[in-house]
């Protein structure tokens, strides 16, 4: 198989969707690998690493795209790349269809490229090993940079998160307790603020306690400890998941109105929506906004602000599924993997993810019926 990875295009986007060992694992099993000139630059990888393990160097997108039969990519397709996808052809990437331009999924469709999608990849538990790195490093980011909003200088009402001794510490609401959650609250505790974790499965709530050892608060979530601990909280992390599919608005208009002037809001589920709902996606260019007097910092792609440690933490996982599509073909690989069957968002014009076709108003085809051919 010949496999792509173009240089990312988004805004301040220096994640690359192979690294050197995963070329090395391709190109000794006998699979042609494209990289595009300076597309691992970002996240420390020259152009010469990616030449010793055997990938060619190219040195137009337009090339990369034209040539690969699948593309390895860390983010979805943005506008000028949607006409550099290749009729049937596999990208493998993180999609976030129900939180993107609506015109990404037309054209997979119009094209019957097969979307394979990181973050819908669901092993038999239920979890998400794909999406779970980037989940990391964008948890403990949400409070690195909630406590730099915080600062005067940035609009913030000029809180210290661990405090002094005589002065109370930063309150930080977590809302949803998975993996960004965990994270999050992990460095908002290490900082010394008060932190108070909201989810809706009580035996998460029991696992974090035991985790916590008293040190963060648990709260059923329900809209009254939200409203509640919303409005007393000076830095608030959206972390709710639905796979996906759009996130729930948990925080409204009105309770963000509600909390103190200078209070800060991280929504990490923006690239799903958004779980609060004056949300909206930013660049890290343009980080913030504010509404209500309260700084929302929204940016899409969080891990690709520390691309060295998000690249390499991304690809660890990314890279067995990229070698199984490459060795056995897509057909084969979807039929022997279970996990790999819910990553196929979209497939030979059709739909193949329930929650996708659901939030974007699309019929819903299950994916072993595409695959039949079914109409």
């Given at each position: 198989m010949i496999v792509g990875v173009p240089k990312e295009i988004k805004t301040r986007e220096y994640?690359?969707?192979?690294v050197p060992a995963g070329v090395r694992a391709l190109t000794m099993a006998g699979h042609t690998v494209l990289v595009e000139t300076n597309a691992g630059v970002g996240s420390g990888i020259p152009d010469s690493e990616y030449q010793r393990v055997g990938a060619q160097i190219i040195s137009s997108a337009d090339e990369v795209w034209k040539r690969a039969e699948m593309v390895v990519k860390v983010k979805e397709p943005i506008a000028p790349e949607y006409e550099r996808m290749q009729p049937g052809q596999i990208v493998y990437t993180y999609f976030h269809l129900a939180g993107v331009d609506p015109e990404l999924t037309k054209t997979l469709i119009k094209k019957k490229v097969t979307a394979v999608a990181y973050e819908t990849l669901q092993l038999d538990d239920g979890s998400l090993p794909l999406l779970k790195p980037m989940s990391e490093v964008a948890g403990k980011m949400a409070i690195q940079v909630g406590a730099a909003c915080l600062e005067k200088a940035h609009g913030g009402k000029g809180i210290l998160l661990g405090g002094v001794p005589g002065v109370r510490r930063g309150r930080v609401a977590v809302i949803g307790g998975g993996v960004v959650g965990l994270c999050a609250a992990k460095v908002a505790v290490g900082m010394g603020a008060e932190v108070t974790i909201l989810?809706?499965?009580?035996?998460?709530?029991?696992?974090?306690?035991?985790?916590?050892l008293g040190r963060a608060q648990t709260l059923a979530s329900d809209t009254e400890s939200i409203a509640r601990t919303v409005r007393e909280s000076d830095l608030v992390i959206g972390g709710v998941l639905i796979p996906g599919g759009k996130a729930p608005k948990l925080v409204s208009r009105e309770l963000i109105g509600e909390m103190e002037p200078g209070s800060v809001v991280v929504d990490v589920a923006v690239d799903q929506g958004g779980c609060i709902e004056t949300c909206k996606p930013t660049t890290h260019d343009n980080p913030t906004f504010t509404v209500s007097d309260v700084v929302h910092y929204c940016v899409a792609n969080m891990p690709g602000a520390v691309p060295q440690t998000s690249t390499f933490a991304l690809t660890n996982t990314t890279r067995p599924y990229a070698r199984k599509i490459a060795d056995l073909g897509l057909v084969e690989a979807i039929k022997s993997d279970r996990a790999l069957q819910r990553a196929i968002n979209t497939y030979n014009g059709h739909i193949t993810y329930e929650a996708v076709a659901k939030d974007m108003g699309y019929d819903y085809m299950p994916l072993m019926d595409a695959l039949s051919g079914k109409k």
């Open positions: 994640r690359v969707g192979m989810d809706v499965n009580l035996e998460r709530l029991t696992y974090l306690d035991d985790v916590f």
